[in-house]
C-alpha cells in the first residue's frame, strides 16, 4: 500500500527544467499548485477500436486506424487507413484498407492498398489483394493471392469502364498493346 511518509523527498521536475522537493501526499508529477500536462496526440492521426466483446453485424466504415479485437460480419471499409485484427479479433468479412495486419482470424475477402501483414498468430482464409505480402511464420494463408501492383491491362480496363463512351472509342485493350 502507498504510504504518505515515502511521499515525501520526492523530487518533481518543474517546467522549466529545475526540480522541486516535494512534501506534500501527491503522486510523482504533480504538486499542490501544478498540474501535469498529458502529452499531445497527433489530431490527425486517430484510431478507434472494437474490443473483445464486442459483436458487430453489418458494414463499418471509416476515415480513422482502427483495432479489432472482437467479432465483425459484414464489410469493414477504411481506404486511406490502417486496419488490425487483434488476437481476439474473428472477422467474417470483405475487409478494405490501405493497410491490413492481422493477428487474429479473417474469413473473406482482403484489400490491402498498400500492404497485409499476417503475423504468426494470424489466419487468412479468402482471396488476399495486395501490393506487399508478409507471412510471419506460423501465420496461416489459405485461398487465392494477388501482389504488386495492378497490371496495366487491369488498369485500362478500369479507365474503359469509367470513362464516357465518346472518349475511348479507339482504345483497345490486348496483350500486344501491353507489352509494348
Do not use: H, Y
Amino acid at each position: 500500500m502507498w504510504k504518505k511518509d515515502e511521499a515525501r523527498g520526492i523530487e518533481v521536475p518543474l517546467s522549466n527544467g529545475a526540480t522541486e522537493n516535494s512534501g506534500n501526499a501527491l503522486p510523482v508529477g504533480l504538486s499542490a499548485n501544478r498540474s501535469v500536462t498529458p502529452p499531445q496526440r497527433n489530431p490527425s492521426r486517430t484510431s478507434a477500436s472494437i474490443g473483445k466483446g464486442i459483436i458487430i453485424v453489418g458494414d463499418v466504415t471509416g476515415t480513422e486506424d482502427l483495432f479489432v479485437d472482437g467479432s465483425v460480419e459484414g464489410k469493414l471499409t477504411f481506404e486511406n487507413c490502417s486496419l488490425t485484427i487483434g488476437p481476439n479479433g474473428n472477422v467474417k468479412a470483405d475487409v478494405t484498407a490501405r493497410e491490413v495486419i492481422v493477428r487474429g482470424r479473417v474469413e473473406g475477402k482482403v484489400i490491402g492498398t498498400d500492404r497485409v501483414a499476417i503475423s504468426e498468430t494470424g489466419e487468412v482464409a479468402g482471396e488476399v489483394n495486395t501490393e506487399k505480402l508478409s507471412v510471419e511464420e506460423g501465420g496461416i494463408l489459405r485461398g487465392k493471392v494477388e501482389t504488386g501492383k495492378p497490371a496495366p491491362v487491369f488498369q485500362l480496363m478500369i479507365i474503359k469502364e469509367q470513362a464516357p463512351e465518346a472518349a475511348i472509342e479507339n482504345v483497345e485493350v490486348s496483350a500486344e498493346s501491353v507489352a509494348e
